[in-house]
């Protein structure tokens, strides 16, 4: 018990207890977590925590790898909404934490770009709080704190790469003038 989990669609927890319950006329072993981003319990039963997805929150040194993940070019998506939605969808569900960063870091490139639709804002959203449940824990910080350091990091790496791609224009642009 007090063990911090990932539960892959509502972000980390902590376990609040392990019990034994008749259900349906089986005795099955229970997980009740705690989850802290939207104050919800969930109750899994133990010989299906790994088909869920359930597993322990990152170690403090893996954030580092996590945060490279975020500040990385971004991947090719697909460019139809409904195919660009599902794939993100099915990273989420994974549970893995690097997917769960792919997908933070691509919507964010993607709303800096382009914009995000409404479907894609609500997943934005619920990623980032996702991965910041997680930070949470692996960082020792508060829950706003957590969700405020992420925002700020995306808030940076977005600039850079606005700064980087002006850069790269107007180098374009001294190129084009030198041609003619």
């Not at 790994?50 to 322990?56: E, H, N, P, S, Y």
């Not at 770009?113 to 959203?125: A, I």
């Not at 910041?132 to 508060?142: D, H, I, K, P, T």
Request: proline share 2%.
């Amino acid at each position: 018990m007090g063990d911090k989990v990932v539960y892959p669609h509502h972000g980390a927890g902590t376990i609040l207890k392990r019990e034994d319950e008749e259900v349906l006329g089986q005795r099955r072993e229970y997980l009740t977590i705690q989850i802290l981003y939207n104050n919800m319990t969930v109750r899994v039963p133990c010989e299906n925590a790994d088909r869920a997805g359930l597993r322990r929150v990152i170690s403090e040194e893996a954030v580092d790898d996590v945060l490279a993940v975020l500040s990385d070019s971004g991947t090719q998506m697909p460019k139809n909404w409904n195919r660009r939605f599902k794939h993100n969808r099915d990273k989420i569900k994974t549970g893995d934490i690097f997917e769960l960063a792919e997908v933070v870091r691509n919507l964010s490139i993607r709303d800096l770009d382009k914009g995000l639709s409404t479907g894609e804002k609500q997943m934005y959203g619920r990623a980032k709080k996702i991965l910041a449940s997680e930070l949470m824990y692996a960082r020792n910080m508060g829950e706003d704190e957590a969700l405020e350091f992420l925002e700020s990091l995306l808030l940076e790496i977005g600039g850079k790469r606005l700064a980087e791609e002006k850069a790269a224009d107007i180098k374009e642009a001294e190129k084009e003038a030198l041609v003619e």
